[in-house]
């Protein structure tokens, strides 16, 4: 059996009523017999089967156990959302799994009798790699298995009003996530563009972040113990603004891809 040694992107997907990891090469998906604690591990088992991307049903790209967020770690959309700039700790805040869906998938906007200002929130997403507590900054990228693409969508009217975030960030389909995991990238310098109905709405890029990554993944690992597939959201820059039904919202960042979704 051939073993791949060397991967950049890893899709998460079902065919004929089971779920597989694979490795995408320009439209086809090279399948993979290995588990994801396996590919953490690099050992990356090709079965023979080659499935066009088109012709497969696109999973979120890890099922974690839980879904950070960090919020306003970009001075400017703090400023625009009524946050807090200057934070001397960052803002943690989780999001359940029920709320995850993949690429091309639908964001169900709740009733109006519950939240009438939806927004979007273009982000880097991390993917931890290996179980850490207490992680020193310097070592903290070394527990990155590799990077894709949140969606934060947040009850902007809710995020004010609750006295924390969970409602206002939880509703199912709130987070959309993928459409893979990219390895070997350097998340600190990553630029992201997010439109809404092909307008540009969101652009920022990672070196602008008020906290470092490195500085995160730290930090919230003194708090709680990070899991292989655990995902951390980095934030989002400016530029968030309402969504309506009808519209396609899209999160494209370098070096990684486009995360799409459509409003209903």
């Avoid at 997907?13 to 588990?35: H, M, R, T």
């Avoid at 009524?82 to 964001?107: A, N, Y």
């Avoid at 009798?113 to 070592?139: C, D, F, S, W």
């Avoid at 995902?231 to 039904?245: D, E, N, Q, R, V």
Wanted: glycine share 8%.
């Amino acid at each position: 059996m051939k073993v791949l040694q060397k991967t950049k992107k890893i899709v998460r997907y079902e065919n004929n009523g089971k779920i597989y990891f694979g490795l995408v090469e320009g439209d086809s998906i090279f399948q993979l017999s290995s588990n994801f604690l396996e590919i953490l591990n690099n050992e990356l088992k090709y079965d023979g089967t080659i499935v066009k991307y088109n012709d497969v049903n696109i999973l979120v790209p890890v099922a974690p156990s839980k879904v950070i967020h960090f919020g306003w770690t970009y001075e400017k959309h703090a400023e625009e959302t009524g946050g807090k700039t200057g934070l001397r700790e960052p803002l943690l805040f989780l999001k359940p799994p029920s709320s995850l869906i993949p690429d091309q998938e639908d964001i169900i906007l709740p009733p109006k009798e519950l939240t009438r200002q939806v927004e979007m929130e273009g982000e880097v997403a991390l993917v931890i790699g290996k179980r850490g507590k207490n992680i020193k900054e310097e070592e903290a990228l070394d527990y990155v298995f590799g990077c894709t693409i949140v969606n934060d969508v947040t009850a902007r009217d809710l995020m004010k009003s609750d006295p924390q975030f969970t409602r206002s960030k939880g509703f199912d389909t709130f987070t959309p996530l993928g459409p893979w995991i990219v390895t070997g990238i350097d998340p600190t310098k990553l630029r992201i563009v997010t439109t809404l109905n092909g307008k540009v709405v969101q652009e920022g890029n990672t070196s602008e972040m008020s906290f470092s990554i490195p500085y995160l993944i730290s930090w919230v690992s003194q708090v709680m113990t990070l899991e292989p597939g655990d995902i951390l959201a980095t934030g989002s820059p400016p530029g968030s603004c309402p969504m309506k039904p009808g519209d396609v919202v899209c999160v494209e960042v370098e070096k990684i891809g486009k995360l799409c979704n459509y409003v209903k």
